[in-house]
C-alpha cells in the first residue's frame, strides 16, 4: 500500500522534530518535508506536492491561513490540517472554510493526531474532540455558538473595520462621506446584530475569534 505522505509545517524546532519521528516510526507514513517558515512551506507544498500537510496556524508573519491560502492554490491536491494551540471551533470553522480537512489542537494525543492524518486522507474531515466538547457544551448549555459577523452588511463591516483601525465616529464619518448620525446608527444595529454590549466587546471578539475583515 502506496504510504501517505507528509509536510510538517510549524515554526518550532522541537514540536516540528518530534512530529517528524514519531511519523516517521509509522509505516503507512512518509515525511517528505518539515519546516517553520509560511514561504517555505508554499514552495515544498508546490514541488513536492505532499498528501497531508500538518500546518500551525499561530505562525508569523504570514499566519497558517494565509498560507493554507496558498498551498491549495498550488498543491490543490494535498489535504491540510490545522494545527492550533487555540481550542475556539471558530478557529476550526475558518479553517474548514478556507478548504483545510482536518483541525487538530496542541494537547490532542498522538493518537488523535494519527487518527486524523488517516481520515483526511481518506477524503474525510476529522474535528479533533477538544473542540467537538466545546462545541457540544454550547449547544447543551443553549449558548449562541458565535455571533455571525456575515450577518452584518457592506457598509457596517466597513464601520467594524475602521473601529478595529481605532478611528472615532467622527473620523468614520468624514471617511465614508456620511453623516454621524448615521454612523452612530450602524454601531448600534452591529451590536445589536452580534448581541455585544459595546465597541470593546466588538473588537475583542473580532481578535478573539480570527474572523477576516
Sequence with gaps: MK???????????????????????????????????????????????????????????????????????????????????????AYAKKMLRLGAKGYVTKNSPRQEMLEAISEVSNNRVFICQEVKNILSDQLLNGDQVNPDINSLSDREMQIVRALKEGLSSKEIASDLSISLKTVEVHRHNILKKLKLKNTVSLINFINSQAFDI
Design 3 to 89: 504510504k501517505v505522505s507528509i509536510m510538517i509545517v510549524d515554526d518550532h524546532t522541537l514540536i516540528r522534530e518530534t512530529w517528524s519521528f514519531l511519523l516517521g516510526k509509522n509505516e503507512n507514513f512518509d515525511v517528505v518535508a518539515e519546516c517553520g517558515d509560511g514561504e517555505r512551506a508554499i514552495e515544498l507544498a508546490r514541488d513536492k506536492r505532499p498528501d497531508v500537510v500538518l500546518l500551525d496556524i499561530n505562525m508569523a508573519p504570514m499566519s497558517g491561513f494565509d498560507v493554507l491560502k496558498m498551498i491549495r492554490k498550488y498543491s490543490p491536491g494535498s489535504k491540510i490540517i490545522g494545527v492550533s494551540m487555540h481550542s475556539q471551533p
